[in-house]
């Protein structure tokens, strides 16, 4: 491949971006790329795998007609012969009014070896030869346009969700973890089945039953006399400070994890009573320590 670094690095600082951004991943088989195009995704970027470079000029032609302004995709050696035209394809991107950035990712060679070994995907230039040879000379072929990566990510000791600061911070997102993580607390009935997608699921059955108290059985845990009941009785009081305790200490290792959806099962027989209550105190409790939580009452309805 024939690049003149001088050329894109002063079609690279092109100031004049009216129609946004777009970031140009490439880099090593393995090291990541697809990753952060996922992350990217969830930053409101609209992605693109695998694009020929032939066709950047006009994918971006199309995008700077449309309204989206934050762009980004991977081009890398799948793209074979036709990844030699890439540097003459990235100089064409300015003239449509775009800023863009070379985002390179890498990682060490045991590393890869082993990324592979646990996907059983095979790599793009080791179809006949071993692993290594594979990854060696993809290495030699990519030396240039590494050189001219505006930043070089090394995965190799990069936990996935730390992935997610690293590109919030090359392209300006106001990226936060916690607004990232979407909680929902589902009070259910253990009678109509657990909640398929729960994450942790909690059994409060022990707790006294106002099913069993006439004026209140035709009621339900979003009415006080219920929440009343519920929450005088002593198993309560001692079982709620651990139980609240609990679920605050865990929430942050879900997202320092970076988990996206946390959904948190809360049962009682027929999910109507003490389920809802405990439910509502859970989600009150996060939501004072602003996360974003929504509640859900699956069973109800159900009569």
Known sequence: MNINESDIIQENQNEENPNGNIIVI????????SLSL????????????????????????????????KIAFVIDIRGRKFFKELVSALKEIPSY??????VFFEASD???????????????????GRLLDGITYERKQLEEIRGMADRIIDTSKLPPNRLKYELASLTG??????DNLNITVVAFGFKYGIPIDADLVYDVRFLPNPYYID????????????????MQQDETADFLKRFLDFNTYLV?????????????????TGGKHR?????????????????????EYRDLKIS
Do not use: W
């Open 26 to 33: 490439t880099g090593l088989s393995g090291a990541g790329k």
């Open 38 to 69: 996922k992350c990217l995704e969830d930053m409101d970027f609209f992605c693109v795998d695998n694009l020929l470079p032939a066709l950047i000029p006009k994918f971006v032609q199309l995008c700077a007609s449309s309204d989206m302004n």
């Open 97 to 102: 009014g775009f800023k863009y950035q070379i």
């Open 110 to 128: 045991d590393i890869l070896i082993r990324r592979f070994s646990e996907t059983r995907r095979r790599h793009p230039l080791a179809h006949k």
């Open 173 to 178: 997102s106001n990226y936060n973890a916690e």
């Open 215 to 230: 004026e209140l059985r035709h009621l339900t845990g979003n009415n006080d006399p219920v929440k009343d009941y519920v």
């Open 252 to 268: 942050p290792k879900f997202i320092r994890e970076g988990k996206a959806n946390l959904t948190i099962g809360v049962g009682c």
């Open 275 to 295: 389920s809802v209550v405990i439910a509502n105190e859970l989600s009150r409790t996060l939501k004072e320590a602003n996360y974003k939580v929504q509640t």
